[in-house]
């Protein structure tokens, strides 16, 4: 590409990375509001207990994965533009659904109010009756809410392959995946400040409008996309000289096959039969619970272990620190493949993949975190955002390696199918350590674990697991795929 054609090109790929970057933030801020309203405002009224939130979060962990094995396959049946619309607006619905739970319940009930709901003694038969019923309804909205943000990462991943090459693709996918840290920032310092808001201002209890208010914004950003999206090679938005640097992977021989080749889809059974998807889906299995669990429990760790509520200053400051080392350096973790591929010239693959083993090791100070919080508080927060920065770019690179394997036709399927995995390793490691933790805290000074003691023995033990498992997954991986292979739609 000429001097003169690069200064001419066009930028609106990264305007499609933005939207897919504030759909990702949406999609977390979604998934939180539940987490952050139901001990302090909604619990109260529907006499929930811990088995309770749990049981609704397990369900929508196991929903979750179902659907992500069948979100791809639907992105790509329907096309990028509709498949992700579609995606959007399904959970957007679902997220504001939550917000009717009260009403359906004071009405299953037959109580006049919530008021009279709450007043129920706790224990009693009529409490367990209105927990049930709320319980049951919020776990139909939960399900909504998994059904359509199952979408998300495979319509995203498709779009940064029809508007990236595959050297850009790891840097691409670190941007808008950096929403999930930028939603679990931005979740905890607004959406229990919306509730008390408005419960202040006698606006039901206050956590229904935080539902209305997040789930809202899947709306407007529906009409962004809708005026914004196109494919590359049909946008006015791309001129020629962008268009030929997105499809420099392509050479004059895939240029000039039928369409009908280049389209050809792949049957979802027959994506189980390549070693590339077992690849992948290792990868999400063993990593994306880790991520999870620190995005569920870093708050209540610091709670447990240095008695920092997630509502002080404190316990706010260290959630901000920990997500801000995420979100800051993940973002650059794109930028490393990038370098093996230009500077050393390795292709994208080899590249991607030498990368993700530099960011495996990136995990390992979580062995240290523990012991770290002895010296002060601030060492497990900074050694979890490290990790956690870790997973990012970890992640980053392991959605490209889609692209590198997979042809377009096929790469929300697989997509998918790597997501369902990602979900169920979450339940296991969430459920895991919930058992843990329980365990641990009950027998005290009798669990014992590298010089650690009751709960904070299984805090380490959390730790440990935490801190391997991308090493774990890379070997596995490498085994699988030891060198380059795309696969050939025949």
């Not at 139909?140 to 508007?163: D, M, S």
Request: proline share 4%.
């Amino acid at each position: 590409m000429t001097n003169t054609s690069k200064k001419l090109m066009t930028n609106w790929r990264w305007w499609m990375c933005m939207l897919l970057f504030v759909a990702t933030t949406i999609n977390y801020m979604d998934r939180q509001v539940l987490s952050l309203t139901w001990k302090d405002f909604i619990a109260p009224e529907f006499h929930w207990t811990d088995a309770d939130y749990g049981n609704i979060t397990a369900w929508f962990s196991l929903i979750y994965a179902i659907c992500m094995l069948f979100a791809g396959k639907f992105v790509d049946w329907m096309g990028t533009k509709k498949g992700y619309l579609w995606a959007i607006g399904v959970w957007s619905a679902g997220a504001c659904m939550h917000a009717v739970c009260g009403w359906l319940t004071l009405h299953i009930e037959g109580y006049e109010s919530v008021a009279a709901m709450a007043a129920v003694e706790t224990g009693s038969a009529a409490a367990l009756a209105i927990a049930s019923t709320s319980v049951w309804l919020f776990l139909a909205a939960r399900c909504i809410l998994a059904l359509g943000e199952a979408g998300n990462f495979p319509a995203a991943i498709k779009v940064t392959a029809e508007y990236f090459p595959k050297k850009d693709r790891a840097f691409a996918t670190s941007i808008f995946n950096s929403g999930a840290s930028i939603g679990a920032l931005l979740a905890p310092a607004t959406i229990p400040l919306l509730a008390q808001y408005f419960k202040d201002r006698g606006v039901g209890g206050g956590w229904e409008m935080a539902f209305l208010i997040i789930g809202g914004l899947g709306f407007v950003w529906m009409g962004f996309w809708v005026f914004m999206y196109d494919k590359p090679e049909h946008s006015k938005h791309v001129n020629e000289a962008e268009l030929a640097y997105m499809q420099q992977d392509n050479n004059e021989a895939e240029a000039q096959k039928a369409p009908e080749k280049k389209d050809k889809q792949i049957p979802l059974w027959k994506c189980f039969t390549y070693r590339q998807t077992w690849s992948f889906i290792v990868g999400k299995f063993f990593t994306d619970g880790v991520w999870w669990f620190y995005l569920f429990w870093a708050p209540a760790y610091f709670s447990d272990q240095y008695g920092y509520v997630s509502s002080s200053g404190m316990g706010v400051a260290l959630i901000t620190t920990l997500y801000a080392i995420v979100t800051v350096l993940s973002i650059f973790g794109g930028y490393l493949p990038r370098l093996f591929v230009d500077k050393k010239g390795m292709n994208p693959y080899n590249g991607r993949m030498l990368a993700m083993l530099i960011f495996a090791f990136l995990p390992l100070p979580a062995l240290l975190a523990q012991s770290a919080g002895a010296v002060s508080v601030w060492w497990p927060a900074i050694i979890i955002g490290l990790a956690g920065a870790g997973h990012q770019a970890w992640s980053a690179n392991l959605f490209s390696t889609i692209g590198d394997m997979f042809p377009k036709s096929a790469i929300a399927t697989i997509t998918g199918i790597g997501g369902m995995a990602g979900g169920v390793g979450s339940f296991f490691i969430q459920k895991g350590a919930g058992a843990l933790f329980t365990y641990s805290e009950q027998a005290g000074s009798a669990f014992h674990f590298f010089g650690f003691e009751g709960k904070p023995a299984g805090y380490m033990i959390a730790f440990c697991v935490c801190a391997v498992a991308y090493l774990v997954a890379w070997v596995i991986m490498k085994a699988l795929v030891p060198k380059y292979k795309p696969i050939e739609v025949k």
